[in-house]
Nanobody, 118 residues
Framework: QVRLAESGGGLAQAGGSLRLSCVAS????????LGWYRQAPGKEREVVAR???????SYADSAKGRFTISRDNAKNTVSLQMNSLKPEDTALYYC????????????WGQGTQVTVSS
């Protein structure tokens, strides 16, 4: 069992920055991939960025050049630095911990709200 807790969301103006953090606890040795996903009202949950234990990263096209994912394996944390925020980035952001690179697990945090005003 893995437990995830996100923090760092809030309100930002367009062009601003926010940094999200997620800490994993429990069976953390089983975690290979840590990822950030988001869900906007009326839309499906979508991947934002993922990072493997050894550092390979992947970003959604909407995040490339603006967001940076990083992780600290010793502390079991993953962060998402979000710059140049846009109103369309407004969503509930979730952390996911998975063994598989291609498929998120059922381990989700409670989510942290990001709201970007124009």
């Amino acid at each position: 069992q893995v437990r995830l807790a996100e923090s760092g969301g809030g309100l930002a103006q367009a062009g601003g920055s926010l940094r999200l953090s997620c800490v994993a606890s429990g069976s953390t040795l089983s975690i290979n991939v840590l990822g950030w996903y988001r869900q906007a009202p009326g839309k499906e949950r979508e991947v934002v960025a993922r990072i493997r234990r050894l550092g390979t990263v992947s970003y959604a096209d909407s995040a490339k050049g603006r967001f940076t994912i990083s992780r600290d394996n010793a502390k079991n944390t993953v962060s998402l630095q979000m710059n140049s925020l846009k109103p369309e980035d407004t969503a509930l952001y979730y952390c996911n911990a998975a063994a598989n690179w291609y498929v998120p697990s059922n381990y989700w945090g409670q989510g942290t709200q990001v709201t970007v005003s124009s």
